[in-house]
């Protein structure tokens, strides 16, 4: 089957993109598998598969390959005499800012291009955690309290320490601190207000077990990964981050009761549905006393999750062949005509 | 000063944007106007000035005009010899689906090229009636009690009659039945369902007052329009449909209290802020006992609520000079680069 990963993206993941393709290249390898690049200028290029290496990006080797133009149906290869078409299904691998706020998925729906990924609408509430809070006291979903700080008023903070500090935009961890007193807190404030000019503030609970489970919609139900307690540190640096975009090794399932699975389940399905069709998503959830609170949604997890899957590359071709169908509105100018007659023109 | 109109989308909405457009050739006459058209293929025509009229479109005559393409910074006509570029502010004209979905303000941030109109999050919120409740209880804005339906599950409506039927996606009264007995329901159910998936039903408050306030963010504060009480006929044919999207004329102020005026704006403001910067939107708002509901928000109201405004033509020019700035993420590879580092390449 043919698949086209696209990857990179004007976005502070960026290079965390190019590490979850690389992985995805190894994992999908049964997968008549093809490159799109988008670089932080927003131009894509078609990378050769002998060239998916970090160092192609970081020394810009990727601007001696063919450029690519978006167009109706496929990315179009430009030649002096001939254009020479990339169509087929692509998967959304761009994590962050373009791949996670819906502007990826508006030019590929634009553009009538098949992909996994989120539709707009699932990615605006799954990018800003804000949002995310908004969907869950929608649909019933129970989720940690939290205050919202903008750059112009963020004096005062209504939470007791230790709290956690998140620029309400981004995901793997960049810019989150955790604040034990209040001399951190202009420092946390800072860090996290250089990526994103609106900032969430949570309490930090400690010794709160964490789990994550990821699935899919095809074929009318839901298909649900393992369930993982990740390896927690206090805070991931670049190296953990490296591993966790780079995870290929199938992950241990957490050792919980069967109640529990069923309460992760029956709340992960509550977040997917008429939602997040198209995509494979991985909620990250907490559990305290018995309890299940969703702390994140990850639309395009890091290495889509591959890991938490039993038969990964089965899975990714059940989804590509139950993407959601695009319904575009027909025009017959019916209406000018009537007013034209009415006019009696 | 140059500004273009974008309009036209593949949407059930695409010939009163037509409408639209004409309408604001007219009452923006002191501006460079261009204008765009997306046609329902989504491929882009520069429309000449005095093609400006309902016919160019329903007879096909756009496609004799130059074809654009859309590409880092602006609009670009390819000749043979060489490319022509149509850059500057423009105005996302576009009702309905494309323009208010997200998908062209995605596309427009996305290459870069400065416009009026809703942000994909603004669109989001606004585009979708479901999405519009939700943002009404997070932000403390009093709304109408609702039903959702899906087209799987539509069998049982706990509501007394009348109720309105409304597809959750449309504006413009497309789709909508006012439904007084059981009888009437499974074909308002089925005209609804023709446009949308998804639909809402909502109690039919008869004798309610209602209120169109328009407003936009410029120099850091809201500018608002006159507050207008509609006409209200029972249900909108085209000929109303029509008047409403050609409307030119200066509207009456609503007698109401200053206090009532004040309110309003205050809901206004509570929906307004930290969302639909760098739009001019109306919100349709319910008064039931001196409450003020939100009924509906328009991102991009019918020939951009030009009647509400008492200079309509400096408010555009303050509107255009206040859009918001575009924030990109750099990339430096120093993530790669200190991967590389501690694997010792």
């Given at each position: 089957m043919k698949l086209t990963i696209l990857f990179g993206g004007a976005s502070f993941e960026h290079e965390i993109s190019i590490v979850s393709a690389i992985t995805l290249k190894e994992k999908l390898s049964e997968f008549?598998?093809?490159?799109?690049?988008?670089?932080?200028?927003?131009?894509?290029?078609?990378?050769?598969?002998?060239?998916?290496?970090?160092?192609?990006?970081?020394?810009?080797?990727?601007?001696?390959?063919?450029?690519?133009?978006?167009?109706n149906g496929a990315f179009t290869q430009k030649g002096m005499f001939n254009s020479k078409e990339?169509?087929?299904v692509f998967l959304n691998l761009i994590h962050g800012a373009d791949g996670e706020d819906g502007s990826i998925a508006a030019l590929l729906d634009f553009f009538?291009?098949?992909?996994?990924?989120?539709?707009?609408?699932?990615?605006?509430?799954?990018?800003?955690?804000?949002?995310t809070k908004w969907l869950c006291d929608a649909r019933g979903i129970k989720r940690v309290k939290h205050e919202e700080l903008s750059v112009k008023e963020h004096d005062n903070i209504?939470?007791?320490?230790?709290?956690?500090?998140?620029?309400s935009c981004l995901g793997s961890s960049i810019g989150v601190s955790i604040v034990k007193e209040e001399s951190e807190l202009d420092y946390a404030l800072d860090t996290a207000f250089e990526y994103d000019s609106s900032v969430i503030v949570e309490p930090f609970l400690e010794g709160v077990k964490e789990y994550n489970l990821a699935g899919f919609m095809a074929d009318d139900k839901?298909?649900?990964s393992i369930v993982e307690e990740p390896h927690k540190g206090e805070m991931l640096d670049f190296e953990k981050k490296y591993m966790d975009f780079s995870r290929s090794e199938q992950a241990l399932k957490a050792d919980i009761s069967s109640e529990l699975e069923t309460k992760l389940k029956q709340n992960?399905?509550?977040?997917?549905?008429?939602?997040?069709?198209?995509?494979?998503?991985?909620?990250?959830?907490?559990?305290?006393?018995g309890e299940v609170y969703l702390n994140e949604i990850n639309p395009i997890p890091g290495s889509m999750a591959n890991y938490l899957f039993e038969d990964f590359h089965t899975s990714l071709e059940l989804l590509s062949n139950s993407l959601p169908h695009e319904k575009r509105a027909k025009v017959d100018y019916e209406y000018i005509h009537n007013i034209s007659k009415a006019k009696g023109k």
């Amino acid at each position: 089957m043919k698949l086209t990963i696209l990857f990179g993206g004007a976005s502070f993941e960026h290079e965390i993109s190019i590490v979850s393709a690389i992985t995805l290249k190894e994992k999908l390898s049964e997968f008549d598998l093809s490159f799109v690049f988008c670089d932080q200028d927003h131009s894509f290029y078609l990378i050769e598969d002998s060239k998916m290496k970090a160092v192609t990006f970081s020394k810009g080797e990727h601007k001696k390959m063919p450029k690519l133009a978006i167009s109706n149906g496929a990315f179009t290869q430009k030649g002096m005499f001939n254009s020479k078409e990339h169509g087929g299904v692509f998967l959304n691998l761009i994590h962050g800012a373009d791949g996670e706020d819906g502007s990826i998925a508006a030019l590929l729906d634009f553009f009538s291009i098949k992909y996994i990924g989120p539709r707009i609408d699932a990615s605006v509430f799954s990018y800003d955690k804000r949002y995310t809070k908004w969907l869950c006291d929608a649909r019933g979903i129970k989720r940690v309290k939290h205050e919202e700080l903008s750059v112009k008023e963020h004096d005062n903070i209504d939470m007791p320490y230790p709290i956690i500090i998140k620029p309400s935009c981004l995901g793997s961890s960049i810019g989150v601190s955790i604040v034990k007193e209040e001399s951190e807190l202009d420092y946390a404030l800072d860090t996290a207000f250089e990526y994103d000019s609106s900032v969430i503030v949570e309490p930090f609970l400690e010794g709160v077990k964490e789990y994550n489970l990821a699935g899919f919609m095809a074929d009318d139900k839901i298909h649900f990964s393992i369930v993982e307690e990740p390896h927690k540190g206090e805070m991931l640096d670049f190296e953990k981050k490296y591993m966790d975009f780079s995870r290929s090794e199938q992950a241990l399932k957490a050792d919980i009761s069967s109640e529990l699975e069923t309460k992760l389940k029956q709340n992960f399905e509550k977040v997917y549905k008429n939602l997040f069709e198209g995509s494979l998503i991985r909620c990250d959830f907490f559990v305290v006393n018995g309890e299940v609170y969703l702390n994140e949604i990850n639309p395009i997890p890091g290495s889509m999750a591959n890991y938490l899957f039993e038969d990964f590359h089965t899975s990714l071709e059940l989804l590509s062949n139950s993407l959601p169908h695009e319904k575009r509105a027909k025009v017959d100018y019916e209406y000018i005509h009537n007013i034209s007659k009415a006019k009696g023109k």
